[in-house]
């Protein structure tokens, strides 16, 4: 494998097969103006990017000739983006039997304490990257902990994979044991020196991360804000109106704000490349100012389910009055499982138990092109565009054998069956429908009995 | 492999590993009373059958020179029980967007027809008892389509795996398709004749099985009445109270009903050997009356969110004041997947919205010694006591690479540990988890690379 100064040697090549892409917000535009489809495609890859992409049979002529990897059967699609996941959770995926705020006493705050140790974090993180590329997932925007440490763990691992990754130090200075908390002061500080020293680094990007305002006070709120007029291009991750108790006791910590979502207004942090996790209990006003905003919810909902906060009003949030971006997270540990499919696939369900459809299309897109938007990324990834980077996926219809028995072997034929397959791989789909995982054209990932990594 | 008739040797042989089954109800009992647990156990087995079980300390000295099949780090459990699967709608699993009404016209009516063709049936037949061996099910309640031939098809395949399987033609004389409907006097008659033919056959069994009310004609639903006072040992399978439009229209239907509850009643089909699918909608004096009369709920969590039914009321079911028999199916192909183990994932997740807490014991137990209650097969499996058939399933709670990082590899040694490592099976396993499936003493499936089956 190359070295991590130079990803994918510059010579072309080129992937064959059948392509699914969004070039529109299926939300708001008719699906078949949004899903670009290629039944028999040649994408041509050039130093890790993509240089064009057709039909087979009109490129064939110009670039027959190059290396040409074919996948029969298979569909490829822009690597999923996991726009809130906690890595320093990974190892306590599936803890039982409580509700957000006794989970992160009983569960949480104990795990992610282990943190502070550098060498037990790259660990969990070697394992949480190789997981995420399993499951076909090629940028994240994740949760560390409240040490340093565990970001350069992180960052570390990420980097020496040459992936797309955005994260931040848990900002958390009250209502949690003293050996996981910061200080207001000290937070805004290490923050800062991680900025320095990660954002923009190659593929790396920084998140400012207050845990969320039941753990910051007032104070760390407002360095945070401070923090994002300092470097106007980091992001703000943190979460929202999660579940009912958490927004009551938000009201009682910050008397003065309007409610859940003010508390992180009046410190500055609600503008475009904020991004909110859940929002599950947001009022009608919050829609709207997130809209305003141009700020992000990331829609979890193995997460909700798991912990019983409620159901994501999806139809509120992609409403035309007051259109929000809206992305998929897995929120792992709380959610239940790294697969961007098996995300889709509770995503449908949380729609179906409030009457409303989410179609394949529109699941794909969040989880691609939209989360791509939701970061501010779409400039560089998150579909086929001539000159974004080549982060892609191979999934394979047929990857079990009542899948196998489910969907034919040729590729769809019509946007109707296209929906059909697409259907069936979200509903049927984890990480085993994932073939191979790229990163900048390079084959980071390949499915086999055991599963391998190069690297 | 041996042939059908003589399905296992008559001589000893044993199997040493963690055992874990039920031997009370752990929602009247207390968990430490219900749950039956050694770490290191070896259960002894003679022509297909319990012989004992024990620490392997205590039966080494009798039993050590038995040929021993050891499963060290794993977890050997009773077969699970699936009380509501529809076998013709294996390869319909995951059709798009509609609720239940909707789904039945667009999707199951059509699918169904097929089943006309025996060899289509069988084929198909094959496929499912497949699954539901590679998912650890060994005895199932199961709907076959409306021609005779489907279950013919059915159960040759089930007892040529030596299956306890209960299943019957679906009844149907009204609103649908006239390619998929019988008359009331025609499923009199070919359910006698299939009744006569398969019932008690070895470990087949008979359900009397009207789809639900809107497709039966009151004079239907008095004839598969009359089958029960004819046949009182059979079984009837039928749905109840899915989802509100379905509500709705019963009513309309049967004006002289009390409820939904009441159109089954008033035909005699409300007895114990009554297995009633879903019940998400059931009023108060509906589990009032499911309860003295002994009938059994099928709780099927993955399809009512996928068909966005909503959220059935275990709390209630299980209540002390009128107890209800509850038990778990999954429901394909309105549920979305053959895995027990992600049916009780979902039934903890609809116990969370509804903000009770379904424990990992308490789920383990639907999917086993309360499914054979359920089927009033308790007396011949559904858990280890000596007699009962060797239908068991050896678990794998390191089977991903994501589980492996998760759970140790020394068995649980205690009932906590034990709690935890189930949990984790319960929300991470699928298929895989599932090492290996025994059937009356004998290998019938063993986890490989690819999945293979002996016969």
């Known amino acids: ?49 993509i240089k064009a992409l057709g039909p087979f049979s009109e490129l064939q002529a110009e670039y027959g000739a190059l290396p040409i990897t074919h996948y029969p059967g298979q569909l490829i699609l822009p690597g999923f983006i996991d726009t809130h996941i906690h890595y320093p959770q990974t190892g306590m995926i599936a803890a039982y039997g409580e509700q957000l705020l006794e989970w992160l006493d009983q569960y949480t705050f104990p795990t992610e304490a282990k943190f502070k140790d550098k060498a037990y974090a790259r660990q969990v993180a070697d394992v949480f990257l190789d997981e995420l590329l399993r499951n076909g997932t090629t940028t994240a925007l994740v949760l560390a902990a409240v040490f340093p440490e565990s970001v350069d763990a992180f960052f570390e691992a990420a980097e020496q994979r040459h992936l797309c990754m955005i994260a931040g130090k848990v900002m958390m200075d009250r209502h949690a044991p003293e050996m996981v908390c910061d200080t207001a002061a000290s937070a805004y ?39 994002l007029q300092e470097f106007p291009d980091v992001y703000l991750h943190t979460h929202l109106s999660e579940n009912v108790d958490e927004v009551a006791w938000v009201k009682q910590l910050f008397p003065h704000c309007q409610g859940y979502l003010d508390a992180y207004d009046q410190a500055g942090l609600v503008r475009e490349r904020s991004v909110f996790a859940h929002g599950v209990q947001l009022t009608d006003a919050e829609f709207q100012r997130l809209s305003e905003a141009k700020a992000t919810i990331s829609f979890c909902p193995t ?20 259109p929000v971006k809206v992305s998929l997270g897995t929120d792992v540990g709380a959610g239940t499982s790294f697969s961007m499919l098996q995300t889709a696939n509770e995503a449908y369900k949380v729609t179906q138990l409030r009457h ?3 179609s394949p299309f529109k699941a794909l897109f969040l989880a691609t092109l939209g989360g791509a938007r939701a970061l501010c990324l779409e400039e560089i990834l998150g579909n086929f565009e001539t000159g974004k980077a080549a982060d892609f996926i191979v999934l394979d219809p047929r990857a079990t054998p009542l899948m196998a028995f489910r969907n034919e072997a040729t590729a769809p034929s019509s946007l109707a ?39």
Do not use: C
């Open 303 to 322: 997460s909700n389910l798991f912990l019983g906060s409620g159901l994501f009003k999806l139809d509120q949030a992609k409403s035309t009055e007051y």
């Open 356 to 358: 409303q459809k989410l």
């Open 417 to 455: 069956e296209l929906a059909d397959r697409t259907f069936a791989l979200i509903m049927m789909g984890d990480d085993r429908a994932v073939a191979a995982t790229y990163i900048l054209g390079e084959l980071a990932y390949e499915r086999t009995a055991a599963g391998t990594f190069s690297r």
């Open 189 to 227: 500080e290490d923050s800062k020196a991680l900025i320095q020293k990660w954002h923009n680094k190659g593929r790396l990007r920084y998140a400012v991360t207050p845990r969320f305002a039941i753990t910051s006070t007032d104070e760390q709120l407002q360095l945070a804000g401070q923090l």
């Open 1 to 49: 494998m190359s070295s991590p100064e130079s990803p994918s040697p510059p010579q072309l090549k080129a992937i064959r097969g059948s392509f699914l892409d969004f070039i529109a917000d299926p939300f708001y535009q008719p699906e078949a103006d949004s899903v670009r489809y290629l039944p028999d495609g040649l994408m041509v890859l050039e130093a890790g990017y």
